[in-house]
């Protein structure tokens, strides 16, 4: 089976050589923010990648100053209180963690920029992620309303550990790419410029390799993240449940607003 580029609106391809394929977020003037198009996208593409005869490792990266600044408010605004939109949206989100972990081939991130929302979802569970020093990467669920549940369970307590994840997830606060580094949140953190090129490198060395050594090395790795799935799974539900809640539409408002978020739940009245 081959990969086909033309069913794909907001990614594209370049196939470099020793099997590597390039894949770009293509939405630069929204900062790559994933709205239902691309959120669709990168939760079957790796399916695609995972078959595809001419694929032996793929590198995603971001157009533009951004990897992909999270979840289109457009997006989450229709989604709030939408029973119908909810249950989709559960879906498509375990596709896209579990089709990661599944995908036979090996997966680099070079996180170029910003990367939030479906975006952090991609650079982190990326097998191999490279980050721009400056590049800021968070888990901003709880400041929208809605529980973290898209990702944040299945990896951030083991790249990170418990301590940090309770940290960064129960506040939303952001983190550098040379402190995701620090705390191994990403295997390095180079300066910006040089993001790509070591991605890149490092997609080359693997798409020469011994392929199968390579790929079931990754599969025995990420049974720790199979293991988690019960984790991953309940913090899915618990998003979504939080969809259906006041708090979302005004967190989105706040975030619209450039203000500090007023939530129903948080109120004294």
Known sequence: MTLDPSTYRQLLFDRRTDGVLLITINNPDRYNAADEILHAELARVWRDVSTDERTRVAVITGAGKAFSAGGDLDMVERMAGDHERVSSMLDEMSDLVYNMIDCRKPIVSAINGVAVGAGVVVALLADIAICAED????????????????????????????????????????????????????????????????????AHALGTGSQQAIRLTKRALNEWLRSAGPAFDASAAYEMLTFMGPDVLEGAAALREKRAPRFPSARDD
């Open 135 to 202: 590049a800021r990467i968070g888990d901003g669920h709880v400041r929208l309303g809605v529980a973290a549940g898209d990702h944040a369970a299945i990896i951030w307590p083991l790249l990170a550990g418990m301590a940090k994840s309770r940290y960064y997830l129960l506040t939303g606060e952001m983190l550098t790419g040379a402190e995701a580094e620090r705390i191994g949140m990403v295997a390095k953190a180079l300066p910006r410029g040089e993001v790509l090129d070591e991605a890149l490198r490092i």
